[in-house]
């Protein structure tokens, strides 16, 4: 961390620049019927650095000198619920549930970024909350930052009132901090969204949920192998994988997934990339 002195911080005041803390990531999300994983932890008064917390909310603020992340996108001829893209593309989409450690989510990010690859993270807002500073640093790497609700609970068994509030939650923190409610929804502790949250989703600003079509697994903790076949065995051109980065397998079966991808022909992108 950067140590300023009073006099050095005077100087960056008046000189109206700011420091912008670097970034971090992880997981846990498990589909519908698997054991719930344990939630990140609420942030503690002062204990994230990075940008300056809202007062009424408690919500950090976006920094002052980012600009502001792309919005939401419809996507003509797609369905209101996406589980994959063009299968004529050579093109795929991973997807990470963004939950759990930052120095996991640094380790899976920096590898996806040296094999060229960009990716999706759907982020859970207690989690930004706590690491305010990874929804810049997903972004400075030309990923896509989306939505996986407030505190990562079971959003299509909840009431009405109660879902909307886990989906304005986190879109409330990605608009703070990013300038947009991120560019994707993603249902927590599930695959697919019920109608009541698919309706919910569209009223906050989403005009598609999404979903998947190849799950690693990767939450049940089956070691770094595993992990690699479980995707292996059933990607193809278009698909959207389901990962976490949450778990040491993942990041350590990442790069030979990605070697084996590039082998294969096919190209990791962003979802909006993958659609577009």
Same mark, same amino acid.
């Given at each position: 961390m ?43 008064p002062?204990?994230?650095?990075? /940008?300056?917390?809202? %007062?009424?909310?408690?919500? +950090?603020r +976006? ?9 939401p996108?419809?996507?003509? %001829? ?7 893209? /063009? ?14 450690d930052?120095? &996991?989510?640094? $380790? &899976?990010?920096?590898?996806?970024e ?8 759907l ?5 930004? *909350? ?13 990923? *896509?930052?989306? =939505? ?7 959003? =299509? ?13 986190c879109?409330?923190? @990605?608009?703070? &901090? $990013? ?5 994707w929804f993603? /249902?927590?502790r ?20 999404l979903?998947?079509?190849? !799950?690693?697994? *990767?939450?049940?903790? /089956? ?6 076949? =479980? ?26 997934? @990605?070697?084996?991808? !590039? ?6 992108? $962003?979802? $909006?990339?993958?659609?577009?």
């Amino acid at each position: 961390m950067v140590q300023v002195t009073t006099t050095d911080r005077r100087g960056v005041l008046r000189a109206g620049a700011g420091l912008v803390a670097g970034g971090a990531l992880a997981a846990g999300c498990s589909s519908a019927g698997t054991a719930p994983h344990p939630a990140a932890s609420d942030a503690s008064p002062g204990s994230p650095s990075g /940008p300056s917390a809202d %007062g009424a909310s408690g919500s +950090p603020r +976006p920094a002052a000198h980012a600009s502001a992340a792309p919005a939401p996108r419809h996507f003509p %001829g797609q369905p209101a619920q996406i589980s994959h893209g /063009p299968r004529d593309k050579p093109h795929v989409a991973l997807t990470f549930h963004g939950q759990g450690d930052p120095a &996991l989510a640094r $380790t &899976l990010l920096t590898t996806a970024e040296k094999h060229g690859a960009r990716v999706t993270v759907l982020a859970v807002g207690t989690w930004l *909350d706590a690491h305010p500073e990874v929804a810049r640093r997903i972004l400075d790497g030309g990923h *896509d930052l989306g =939505n996986h609700t407030q505190r990562h609970l079971s959003v =299509n068994d909840m009431s009405e009132a109660d879902a909307r509030a886990e989906i304005t939650g986190c879109a409330d923190r @990605l608009q703070r &901090l $990013t300038g947009s409610i991120g560019t994707w929804f993603r /249902p927590s502790r599930a695959v697919t969204a019920s109608p009541l949250v698919e309706r919910l989703a569209r009223a906050a600003g989403y005009p598609h949920v999404l979903s998947y079509d190849v !799950d690693s697994l *990767d939450y049940t903790s /089956p070691g770094a192998a595993a992990v690699t076949r =479980n995707v292996l065995s059933a990607i193809r051109g278009g698909s959207v994988v389901s990962l976490h980065f949450g778990y040491p397998g993942t990041a350590t079966a990442l790069p030979d997934l @990605l070697t084996e991808l !590039d082998r294969r022909g096919l190209r990791a992108v $962003t979802t $909006t990339e993958l659609l577009s």
